[in-house]
């Protein structure tokens, strides 16, 4: 039987909708995941009980309100089904009953040495314009969400007190709670790819060959927000995970020392693999790495793989299709990693012919694609993150580009045309 969204549900989601979303920073996740107990996961269950909501509720409304027939393509609606769906999910998940006295406790920061220990407050992304990648629901809620900000409830998990044995009912919720996780995030798993199908439907449909600056807009606020929301649900599902297996370095999916060379080296080696596969090259263009070994910083690993492979493959491609896939020797690509009192600079840099300067904004528009024929995209054809071929979707680029800005960094690109 397949799920039907009823009218009283999206009233729902409208209301939570008007409410904005809550920031939380990379430190703050750190900070709060260091010792996970019953009762720091029940408070993150409670947060993310409020949170995760009030985002997937944006992303509906913004689904929904989409222009010229965009919100009509079918595969623009089952993703938002898809949001609506898992939005009552959580919402419907029945909560525990709480004695006055363990809500007492689970207010209560924790001490560290005595003294009580709260988490560090967050702070402007310096890589995001106020608003950048916000959307336009309007914040009517706002006396309501400052009232739930003063009573500590909508704090990234005010880290609690932890002395003593938690009632079993909370760890029931926790486990049902992270379940719930799990499922939305398979479910969720091809929305690239579905967002990435229902944009090639309105092209085909309106004959259009680019798309707007509008929907160019809307979807670097759709998959920021799917970074951040895809982002607390990985890393609470890993701190759940976490009781039982541990790794020193890291704190849910969030490697307290990333280490950037062993990241590059694998990053190099896929996208050398699927340009040999994709070229039918018995050996890809080489990559030369400058790094330190031991050069390590607080990261997601994760992310960090996913802009490196996608740089890469778009520079391998460069260099086979400027030279010729008949080439045999290919000149080689460099990645040089510098690290700088602030920032840590991946430079890639290749011989693959620049790009025009009149073409450099086209590279961050989606479904720009130098490929001549854009591949079809089943839905199905990954149901893991999207990993697309070698190139044809335009994608690569500018989501790298939102997951470097998602904990303030960028992505910057430098061509010398020819």
Not at 180 to 196: C, F, G, N, Y
Not at 200 to 223: G, N, P, T
């Amino acid at each position: 039987m397949s799920w039907k969204k009823s009218a009283q549900l999206m009233d729902t989601i409208k209301h939570y909708s008007s409410f904005p979303a809550t920031g939380v920073s990379l430190r703050q996740m750190v900070q709060f995941g260091q010792n996970v107990s019953v009762g720091t996961l029940f408070r993150a269950s409670q947060f993310l009980s409020e949170e995760l909501p009030i985002r997937l509720a944006h992303r509906v409304q913004e689904l929904g309100d989409l222009p010229d027939g965009l919100n009509d393509m079918p595969s623009i609606k089952r993703v938002q089904e898809w949001y609506a769906q898992s939005f009552e999910e959580i919402t419907s998940l029945s909560r525990p009953g709480l004695s006055a006295e363990v809500k007492e406790r689970l207010l209560k920061p924790a001490k560290a040495n005595g003294k009580s220990r709260i988490l560090s407050e967050t702070t402007q992304n310096p890589s995001v314009k106020p608003g950048q990648y916000k959307s336009n629901t309007t914040g009517l809620n706002s006396d309501e969400n400052s009232r739930r900000k003063s009573n500590g409830l909508r704090r990234y998990y005010s880290a609690g007190d932890e002395e003593g044995d938690w009632p079993p009912e909370l760890n029931d919720f926790n486990t049902r709670f992270g379940k719930t996780l799990e499922k939305i995030k398979r479910r969720h798993d091809p929305v690239v790819t579905t967002v990435a199908q229902g944009i090639l439907e309105y092209k085909r449909k309106r004959q259009r060959m680019q798309i707007d600056q509008h929907i160019q807009a809307f979807l670097d606020r759709f998959y920021m927000s799917r970074i951040g929301i895809r982002m607390l649900i990985g890393q609470h599902i890993a701190l759940t995970d976490q009781r039982t297996s541990s790794d020193p370095n890291y704190v849910g999916i969030i490697c307290t020392k990333t280490n950037v060379r062993e990241l590059a080296e694998e990053a190099i080696e896929n996208a050398r693999f699927v340009c040999e596969d994709h070229y039918g090259l018995f050996d890809a263009p080489k990559v030369r790495l400058v790094c330190d070994p031991k050069l390590n910083f607080m990261y997601v690993p994760g992310h960090l793989s996913h802009m490196l492979f996608e740089t890469l493959k778009n520079s391998l491609r460069a260099v086979v299709e400027t030279h010729g896939a008949d080439k045999e020797e290919f000149p080689i690509t460099d990645v040089i990693v510098s690290e700088g009192r602030e920032d840590i600079t991946i430079k890639i840099s290749d011989e693959g012919g620049g790009i025009p300067r009149s073409s450099i904004p086209l590279v961050w528009t989606y479904m720009y694609t130098t490929v001549d024929q854009t591949p079809s995209l089943d839905p199905d054809f990954n149901k893991s993150d999207f990993k697309a071929p070698m190139a044809g979707f335009g994608y690569g680029l500018p989501i790298s580009r939102l997951y470097a800005r998602y904990f303030g960094g960028d992505l910057k690109l430098i061509s010398m045309e020819g």
